[in-house]
């Protein structure tokens, strides 16, 4: 997937967002239909249970079956070739019938449109990549990673601590057609490479870590980090001269963000806003040219750009 005019920022964000999102729920969907596939084994009489376990030593096709009694089946838990040799020996009638009832809750849908609508009001934001790379932090996929990098020609990675995200990573880029390198990546313990620094809803106390490390990274021209609700981190310190027990209570009340009642929410939403405008102070104090910026239409839109 590679875009002639790099000077068209939004048309270019609005692409890859159409082709990362497509991808993605395609991958939801046969993801649901290997794991309905897998539960559907209990349907199957014994001769033909031994027919499916014939290729798995019989230690591993006890393990499965036990998670599949259990109902603790998951598609990750089982390699690329168990789901190949269930596909091969499975009966294409069975196959057929789990399909057609193969579909995607309408609140996923939702789940998926709304970042959708984040990716490219975030990158509508990112007005500015002065670094050598683009450094996605605690980035999942890389959704961030691929639009900064098609918009600006620049190499990209993206930093994660779950390898199957990583593996998710190298998949997307041979379908898109992309090179963002993935590398497993603990944050709190490791040294997150100099570049532009994008971080999009980093969980807990990950963003005041990432805050705390950029101020200290000299070849780190740019910070955007979109904020995400707190409640993890409510037991750890803070660095913006909030007091113990009003951090704890902010912390949970970003929580609320994620409420359907409208009243919960709005609590929650003005909690964030404390949050991230005592985040903003922290870095002006400290001299950076820092300001809080909102993506529209999203529960959790605070985007936080500091410049050096």
Request: one cysteine or more; hydrophobic letters at 35%.
């Amino acid at each position: 997937m590679k875009f002639e005019n790099q000077n068209l920022p939004v048309s270019v964000a609005e692409h890859v967002a159409d082709e990362l999102y497509s991808q993605k729920n395609r991958a939801r969907v046969f993801n649901t239909y290997l794991n309905k596939l897998w539960e559907s084994l209990g349907e199957l009489n014994r001769e033909r249970q031994k027919e499916l376990f014939v290729d798995f030593s019989p230690e591993r096709a006890e393990e499965i079956q036990q998670m599949l009694q259990a109902g603790k089946f998951n598609v990750h838990k089982v390699t690329p070739s168990e789901n190949c040799i269930l596909l091969d020996k499975m009966v294409p009638e069975l196959k057929q019938e789990v399909y057609s009832d193969t579909s995607l809750p309408q609140k996923t849908e939702e789940f998926y449109k709304r970042k959708k609508r984040e990716m490219i009001g975030f990158s509508k934001i990112i007005d500015t990549v002065s670094g050598d790379e683009i450094i996605d932090i605690a980035g999942g996929a890389g959704d961030m990673a691929r639009v900064l990098s098609e918009k600006t020609g620049k190499s990209a990675k993206v930093l994660d601590i779950n390898p199957h995200q990583l593996r998710y990573v190298e998949e997307l880029n041979k379908i898109l057609d992309q090179e963002v390198e993935p590398v497993q990546f603990d944050i709190r313990k490791d040294k997150i490479p100099d570049g532009t620094w994008v971080a999009k809803h980093p969980c807990g106390d990950l963003a005041d870590h990432i805050i705390d490390s950029w101020s200290k990274a000299e070849g780190s021209p740019e910070l955007y980090l979109m904020t995400c609700c707190q409640g993890m981190a409510k037991n750890h310190a803070n660095p913006y001269g909030i007091d113990k027990e009003e951090w704890k209570q902010l912390c949970r009340q970003s929580d609320l963000t994620n409420s359907n009642d409208l009243k919960k929410r709005k609590k929650g939403q003005e909690a964030m806003e404390k949050l991230d405008s005592a985040r903003i102070k922290y870095l002006q104090d400290k001299g950076f040219k820092a300001e809080l910026r909102k993506v529209p239409d999203t529960i959790k839109g605070n985007v936080i750009v500091v410049k050096k």
